[in-house]
């Protein structure tokens, strides 16, 4: 006995949920409210006695990060050079002195980088072009000036010296500038010096970033170039340095302290060297006011009660600016989890102005994608069940039974007619029946996606004849998708053409032998008008022969007759088939034939034998009317929107006009004459053409006909190709079939009477 009991399982609870407010906010604030108010009294206290060390200490790291800007803006302006040097155009223009359009890029490359100055020398050292930046109150531009001579200036001399990096301070018409110069190179050589500079003024706002130093930039010879103190009467003599202080920053290579006072107030001054780059370009003095602001101990205390105060009130404040956080993490929270239960309209609301509200929004976001992804699922299960509904009634509206199968043999689909089939369980498991859809190689390709299984069976049933024909479903990479199969009841299409078969057969039997017996009777006798007597009768008797076989066409062929024999057949040797059917004919009657095979490869799905009845009446036609001497030829054109085109044409005595309206009437005959009058009498009984158009018609094609009366006749029949997917068409050898073929005389010149 088998035990289907499942084991118990434990019941489990979900955790208990703690706000972060109770694990972290509020326990965290009440700790640092307990430590942050006493420590920060304390500590402001004891800070009061050490101020002075602190301020030495701050004014040593200001001047370090006055160094680390220093270092980080020459790495800036000199990149902002070799992206110049490297912009593609510029040598080029330099080398042709092409100032407009110099000028356009380096507006573009200065603007871009938010440049004080662009200038470009050639490599003598001539300004080429040059931006400098031009400001107001309310207006900020380029100027622009060229042909200064700036080969005296120290980085110009540098870099036509050889050096790949030069720096230094450069006078302009706005000021002074610090400058950083990089070669240009064209084909090798120098064509060129680019030189980016900054003003002073703004490179010592870049330096300072808003610290609360004072910065004084000096010359290598000691001349005070820009300071940020505010300029009094005695403010430059109080900055000036003597001579021995300017060598000893000089050669000391690093920081030297002092001390000042400057506009009345004490300062503690570093000096160093203004390195840019790899060179001292000058000096530089960073100072610091010496203040001290707990002069009393009231003030110490006051201080430190301050402090505290706003120590507490920072707790206060990042405790209300937590909880503001949990609460916008909490609105995030309840639009996720309302999106899992499926309310897809649930939005946070959220802009993405700081971390929480970007996760808001991007929740918002994904939202929309979950709606508009929901919303197209819906609109393409309202499509398909459309689809599907209108593939039924489709399906239902045919009038053969259709039998779907997936790529297992599972029925899928199958329609009324289908199933009023009788005895269809029986039907389907036949062997027979079976076999179609189990076929592993596919035929020739009837649709897009669509390709037939062998070929059409017929299948004795149930007292019924059942037409069936199995087609593969591809996919657009090739897969087999699954098998559809088609039925048709033909018992009574087929028993009424069995009965006119049979009466046509007795009706050529009827004829046949009486007009056989007395042909071979006259060619008995001696007398050689009894012979030629009865040659005569053989010959009308084949006509007649020839007559009925068309009549029979006219009666019985039709376009589902010819797709049920069709298979997959290569043009060209449909056409040689042909040829060698009539060669000896056309020999016969003094006449050349040639074949014309124009493009290989190309095949139709038809019944073969009938399709050389057609194309064999349209030969029989052009021999009938072409007198001895003449030619006839059979050409295979090249495809043409999917059809290929087969031309039969001759230099024979052509179509009266007035006889081209009635040239597919069955039974209508013309009256063709020769060039010199004399009429054309020929066996038949003008049903060849219809007979030919009727199956090319029933193979989806067309046939056309133009004529010149004298000159000759072209027919033209188009075909529908198929692909040669899943079968290998019959080769072709090089060589040419038994036969001599000749081409067509020069002199007839039909392509230029008929044009497709």
Do not use: C
């Not at 002069?295 to 006051?302: L, N, S």
């Amino acid at each position: 006995m088998s035990d289907n009991t499942q084991p118990s399982r434990a019941v489990s609870h979900a955790p208990r949920f703690i706000s972060l407010r109770w694990r972290l906010t509020y326990p965290l604030a009440i700790v640092l409210l307990l430590i942050a108010m006493p420590g920060a009294y304390a500590l402001t206290r004891n800070l009061s006695g050490g101020f002075a060390v602190a301020e030495d200490n701050a004014l040593l790291q200001n001047s370090q990060a006055v160094a680390n800007r220093t270092v980080k803006l020459y790495e800036r302006l000199r990149a902002e050079a070799q992206r110049v040097a490297f912009t593609a155009g510029i040598p080029e223009a330099i080398r042709a002195q092409q100032q407009p359009s110099l000028q356009a890029m380096l507006e573009s490359l200065a603007a871009t980088a938010n440049l004080d100055s662009l200038i470009i020398a050639d490599a003598a050292g001539l300004e080429v072009t040059g931006l400098l930046r031009v400001e107001t109150a309310d207006f900020a531009d380029y100027s622009v000036s060229t042909n200064t001579n700036l080969s005296a200036a120290p980085p110009i001399q540098q870099i036509l010296g050889g050096q790949i990096t030069a720096s230094g301070i450069l006078r302009t018409f706005e000021g002074l500038l610090l400058v950083v110069a990089v070669p240009i190179n064209f084909e090798a050589q120098l064509s060129g010096v680019a030189i980016v500079g900054q003003r002073l003024d703004t490179m010592l706002a870049e330096l300072q970033a808003g610290e609360v130093t004072d910065m004084t930039l000096y010359a290598e010879a000691g001349e005070i170039l820009q300071t940020t103190f505010e300029i009094q009467d005695n403010t430059l003599s109080a900055l000036a340095l003597d001579a021995a202080l300017l060598n000893q920053i000089l050669n000391a290579g690093d920081s030297v302290k002092g001390g000042l006072t400057i506009n009345d107030v004490p300062q503690r001054i570093v000096y160093m060297p203004l390195i840019f780059g790899e060179q001292a370009v000058g000096v530089m003095s960073i100072a610091l006011a010496n203040t001290v602001p707990y002069a009393t101990e009231i003030g110490r205390q006051a201080t430190a009660l301050f402090a505290a105060t706003l120590a507490g009130s920072a707790v206060i404040a990042g405790f209300i600016a937590v909880s503001v956080m949990v609460n916008r993490t909490d609105r995030v929270t309840a639009t996720v989890t309302a999106l899992a239960r499926g309310q897809t309209a649930s939005r946070t609301g959220m802009k993405a102005v700081d971390e929480v509200g970007k996760m808001g929004a991007a929740v918002d976001v994904l939202a929309d994608v979950i709606q508009e992804r929901e919303d197209k699922f819906r609109t393409l299960l309202r499509r398909e069940r459309r689809e599907r509904t209108y593939l039924l009634s489709v399906l239902e509206s045919l009038p053969d039974g259709v039998i779907v199968q997936d790529k297992d043999g599972q029925i899928v689909v199958i329609n009324e007619h289908a199933r009023q089939l009788p005895e269809l369980d029986a039907l389907i498991r036949q062997p027979a029946f079976m076999g179609m859809s189990s076929a592993g190689v596919s035929g020739a390709a009837l649709a897009p996606g669509i390709y037939t299984l062998g070929n059409p069976q017929q299948l004795e049933h149930a007292g019924k004849i059942l037409n069936a024909q199995a087609a593969a479903l591809m996919s657009s990479a090739q897969q087999r998708l699954g098998t559809v199969i088609i039925v048709r009841d033909v018992t009574a299409d087929v028993q009424q053409a069995q009965a006119r078969e049979q009466l046509l057969k007795q009706l050529s039997d009827d004829i046949q032998r009486p007009l056989a017996g007395l042909a071979q009777s006259g060619a008995q006798r001696s007398q050689l008008p009894v012979q030629e007597f009865a040659r005569e009768i053989s010959r009308h008797a084949a006509a007649l022969q020839k007559m009925i076989v068309d009549m029979r066409e006219l009666t019985l062929y039709s376009r589902l007759e010819a797709q049920q024999k069709q298979r997959p057949l290569q043009i060209e040797t449909l056409v040689w088939a042909v040829a060698n059917d009539w060669r000896q004919i056309a020999q016969a009657a003094n006449l050349k034939l040639q074949i014309d095979i124009g493009k290989s490869g190309l095949a139709v799905l038809g019944d073969e034998s009938r399709l050389r009845l057609a194309i064999g009446n349209v030969v029989d036609n052009a021999i009938k009317y072409t007198l001895p001497g003449g030619a006839v030829s059979l050409e295979i054109k090249d495809e043409v929107n999917g059809a290929v085109y087969l031309r039969v044409r001759d230099n024979g005595v052509g179509i009266a006009t007035a006889d081209m309206k009635h040239l597919f009437v069955p039974f209508y005959r013309g009256n063709p004459v020769t060039p010199d009058g004399h009429a054309i009498r020929v066996p038949g009984m003008g049903q060849g053409l219809a007979v030919a158009k009727q199956i090319i018609e029933a193979h989806g094609g067309i046939l056309r006909v133009k004529s010149k009366a004298g000159i000759g006749t072209a027919v033209y029949i188009a075909l529908p190709v198929t692909a040669g997917v899943g079968f290998t068409l019959p080769g072709m050898s090089d060589a040419i079939p038994d036969g001599a073929t000749v081409m067509l005389p020069d002199n007839v010149d039909i392509e230029t009477l008929w044009k497709k």
